[in-house]
């Protein structure tokens, strides 16, 4: 019985994808780790510390389709160690005369530790391929939306006049450092664990370093010299990784959530499938229900990255106090920061925009978010500091009065003779004052083109 959004049946994939549930599955996890052992007797079998046919038969025995699933089942029921009953059933599989070499000079948490980098190293690339198509539904949508005006926000409040592309382009600059650093630690932290019992490897003596050399290339991974049972970076750097993309995409969602409140009505995310409802009492709402999650999946992961940063502090040459902590921690954090990609996609790859909304909205105060244009203008020719007292005791009487800024300016003495009509003209117009916002969507866009061009995408 599921007891877990991750792992429920018919309320499925709520916080969590098919494919991403796939790569932990129990089944799977245990696959891993006979793949760890296969790997392991071959290379020992190479190098002649086994004999060629226990190798050969540990090899064609670690599936589980060869294994009593029963007797693992039952072992789990009085062993409390990880991946004994799973060895049992290897050793059985294999016959007295083969089993025996089975785990050869690797202990538990070799063969854990090492399904763990297996387990994201398919997680990674499952994130990385979504982030590549949030960065080209984001490119589309900077170019689209590249002199597309709305107001730019601080504090909550309006500030001054931006392009929707502008901030398209901030999110795809994000989302591509994203990529670099999922790329990062794809190519330099997937390193495997081999150690034995507190990582001398005294039981292969001279030949446990090549025996590891031989088991990570078998296995598609790093070679490490030292053993990292108690040395845990790499791991939570990947998870840092992981958690550092979903937060940049929270704060993605939490726009969309803010800009599509309906008295701002500036973007919505994409709808569900045709006929579906998102409110059970007000069928009039259309809630943004993949933004919220990703929003909640960005808490939760952000969580559980303080207990893998915890659990780097431990002691000793082995300390299963603080990587049992670990061990639960990683999947959950994979799941939610792959599942926060995919959500994250189906928003930008179907994101509405409201061109019209975003100038309504910039003109709710009228020229008086052209403040800074002025101040500036006017700056040269009166001064930046008297400039900026007068347009702030103008701004206050224009909000008082409900009249235009410009307005009260023709009236104050210094700023009369010197206000020119151009300046009045983009006053009023306010929408023309978006700085290099062309320029730096244009920039940015070339960037990440390139990049991707470099890196055989389209």
């Not at 601080?154 to 989302?175: C, D, R, V, Y």
């Not at 909304?357 to 403040?371: K, W, Y």
């Given at each position: ?192 664990q081999f150690g034995g019992a507190v990582g001398t490897l ?156 975003m100038l309504h909205n910039l003109n709710l105060h009228g ?86 061009a470099a890196e055989g995408a389209v």
């Amino acid at each position: 019985m599921a007891v877990h959004p991750i792992d429920f049946e018919l309320q499925a994939d709520a916080y969590s994808t098919p494919e991403l549930r796939a790569v932990f599955d129990e089944r799977t996890r245990i696959g891993r780790w006979l793949r760890f052992e296969a790997a392991l007797a071959e290379a020992q079998g190479d190098l002649g510390i086994i004999p060629e046919a226990a190798a050969a038969r540990i090899v064609d025995a670690a599936t589980l389709e060869r294994l009593d699933l029963e007797a693992i089942r039952a072992g789990y029921q009085t062993s409390r160690n990880s991946v004994m009953p799973v060895l049992k059933a290897l050793r059985a599989a294999c016959g007295p005369e083969h089993g025996e070499f089975v785990h050869h000079g690797a202990t538990t948490q070799d063969v854990v530790d090492t399904g763990i980098v297996l387990e994201l190293r398919d997680t990674l690339a499952i994130v990385l391929r979504d982030l590549r198509s949030v960065e080209a539904a984001l490119l589309a949508l900077a170019e689209r939306h590249r002199e597309t005006p709305m107001i730019g926000r601080s504090h909550g409040q309006q500030a001054i006049p931006i392009t929707f592309g502008m901030k398209a382009a901030i999110w795809l600059g994000e989302i591509r450092r994203h990529i670099e650093r999922v790329k990062r630690v794809s190519d330099d932290g997937l390193f495997g664990q081999f150690g034995g019992a507190v990582g001398t490897l005294a039981a292969l003596g001279d030949q446990g370093p090549d025996v590891k050399r031989r088991l990570m290339a078998k296995l598609g991974l790093t070679y490490c010299l030292q053993s990292w049972h108690t040395a845990r970076d790499n791991i939570a750097d990947i998870c840092a990784v992981l958690a550092m993309a979903t937060v940049s995409q929270a704060k993605i969602a939490n726009e969309v959530f803010e800009l599509g409140r309906t008295e701002v009505g500036e973007l919505r995310e994409p709808p569900a499938s045709p006929g579906a409802m998102s409110s059970s009492t007000m069928p009039h709402k259309r809630n943004p229900v993949l933004c919220q999650r990703i929003v909640v999946l960005a808490s939760h992961v952000r969580g559980l990255l303080s207990v893998v940063m915890e659990a780097m502090s431990q002691q000793n040459e082995r300390d299963p106090r603080a990587l049992w902590s670990e061990w639960m921690a990683v999947p959950q954090i994979a799941i939610y920061a792959g599942t926060a990609t995919a959500y994250l996609d189906q928003v930008i790859g179907g994101l509405e925009v409201f061109p019209e909304r975003m100038l309504h909205n910039l003109n709710l105060h009228g020229d008086l978010v052209a403040s800074e244009w002025l101040m500036f203008r006017l700056a040269g020719k009166i001064g930046k500091v008297k400039a900026q007292e007068i347009l702030h005791q103008a701004g206050q009487t224009a909000v008082d009065q409900q009249v235009s800024l410009v307005d009260i300016l023709r009236d104050v003495p210094e700023v009369a003779p010197v206000l020119e009509e151009h300046d009045v003209a983009v006053a009023r117009q306010p929408e023309l004052y978006s700085g290099m916002a062309t320029g730096i969507v244009d920039d940015t866009v070339g960037e990440v083109r390139s990049l991707r061009a470099a890196e055989g995408a389209v």
